[in-house]
């Protein structure tokens, strides 16, 4: 008598081994993907926003003479729009890199848990092999205790 289980690994397993965790530098872009990159790369950027700021800050005399509306037109139209553009790429930039940073977490956790896994399954067809070998004993004292 024989009891084995045998373990089929999932397909996805050796297939996420050989690829490793997604992140956002990995992504495919084509030409039009890459001019976008570095020019989101260029304009995210503290710098360019201390520049936008600078470049916006020269019309601000203006922008006090022509009253009220003026005034709200450039701080809305001008200031805000050029500089809090930078500044949020440069935050969605942070962002993104603690996301990949999360990422290859996870997949470093999943590659751990696979191994735990796999440990698992080594220990359980070590298990297999010594109850097998107890039940064959087990069938042949029956054995030469039936013939008795």
């Known amino acids: 008598m024989s009891i084995t289980f045998e373990h089929v690994p999932h397909p996805h397993i050796a297939t996420r081994a050989k690829t490793g965790a997604s992140r956002t530098r990995d992504q495919h872009l ?15 950027t503290m710098w360019c926003a201390y520049a936008f700021a600078a470049l916006a ?4 005399p203006q922008a006090i003479q022509g009253g009220l509306l003026t005034l709200i037109q450039w701080l809305s139209q001008t200031f805000i729009q050029l500089v809090m553009l930078s500044v949020i790429m440069v935050g969605q930039n942070v962002l993104s890199r603690a996301s990949d940073k999360r990422a290859d977490m996870t997949y470093k956790d999943a590659e751990a848990t696979f191994h735990e896994s796999k440990q698992i399954q080594a220990h359980l067809m070590e298990q297999d092999r010594a109850v097998n070998e107890l039940l064959d004993k087990v069938a042949k004292l029956e054995a030469a205790l039936a013939k008795r």
Not at 30 to 44: D, E, F, H, S
Not at 57 to 60: F, R
Request: positive net charge.
């Open 30 to 44: 084509g030409v039009n993907g890459k001019i976008a990159v570095i020019l989101t790369t260029a304009v995210g």
């Open 57 to 60: 800050l020269i019309v601000l």
